[in-house]
T-cell receptor
Framework: EAQVTQNPRYLITVTGKKLTVTCSQN?????MSWYRQDPGLGLRQIYY???????DKGDVPEGYKVSRKEKRNFPLILESPSPNQTSLYFC???????????FGPGTRLTVL | SQQGEEDPQALSIQEGENATMNCSYK?????LQWYRQNSGRGLVHLIL?????REKHSGRLRVTLDTSKKSSSLLITASRAADTASYFC??????????FGTGTSLTVIP
């Protein structure tokens, strides 16, 4: 089944404790992206990647890192999480060109 | 911000009625996409309309795009209880950067 998977689905952590949220897609998509969703703000793009080893900042990249060492994986790294990073995070992928995105199920992160 | 805005923020209708939601955006786009989200879950793509298209249909969905007004509308005909969800428009500005609106929460009453 074609899908985007994220792990973990739920995470509660404390300020400053490094964490990684994994994202994997099995559709051989070139493009992958991370979003955060906050009430009243919709989805905002954090980082995106056009292909392996090619990444760029989205609208709200501060406090986040990404890497794209393999085509299928695009982990989101929070080196020193803070409470304002408490949010619902989505990974998405799409084929090259102007096509629709396929979203993962989301990761709900709480930073205390 | 280039974020789009949906209107209305919330909409409640009876089953069988039509639902219309609107999206406005600020800059030139490559295409505009509509997504549905069921309570806290992942987004599901509904329809994509390119900047050179004015109208597109998919099943009970009809999307229009007016690039001169920088606006789009999504019409869901003969609504069902299962259509209850939040609906978001997303503008593809550069082919890599996407800007989502704040969403319309649709409730379809059986």
């Amino acid at each position: 089944e074609a899908q985007v998977t994220q792990n973990p689905r739920y995470l509660i952590t404390v300020t400053g404790k490094k964490l990684t949220v994994t994202c994997s897609q099995n559709m051989n998509h070139e493009y992958m992206s991370w979003y955060r969703q906050d009430p009243g703000l919709g989805l905002r793009q954090i980082y995106y990647s056009m292909n392996v080893e090619v990444t760029d900042k989205g609208d709200v990249p501060e406090g986040y890192k990404v890497s794209r060492k393999e085509k299928r994986n695009f982990p989101l790294i929070l080196e020193s999480p803070s409470p304002n990073q408490t949010s619902l995070y989505f990974c998405a992928s799409r084929q090259g060109g102007y096509n629709e995105q396929f979203f993962g199920p989301g990761t709900r992160l709480t930073v205390l | 911000s280039q974020q789009g805005e949906e209107d209305p923020q919330a909409l409640s209708i009876q089953e069988g009625e039509n639902a219309t939601m609107n999206c406005s955006y600020k800059t030139s786009i490559n295409n505009l996409q509509w997504y549905r989200q069921n309570s806290g879950r992942g987004l599901v793509h509904l329809i994509l309309i390119r900047s050179n298209e004015r109208e597109k249909h998919s099943g009970r969905l009809r999307v229009t795009l007016d690039t001169s007004k920088k606006s789009s509308s999504l019409l869901i005909t003969a609504s069902r209880a299962a259509d209850t969800a939040s609906y978001f428009c997303a503008t593809d500005v550069t082919g890599n950067q996407f800007y989502f609106g704040t969403g319309t929460s649709l409730t379809v009453i059986p």
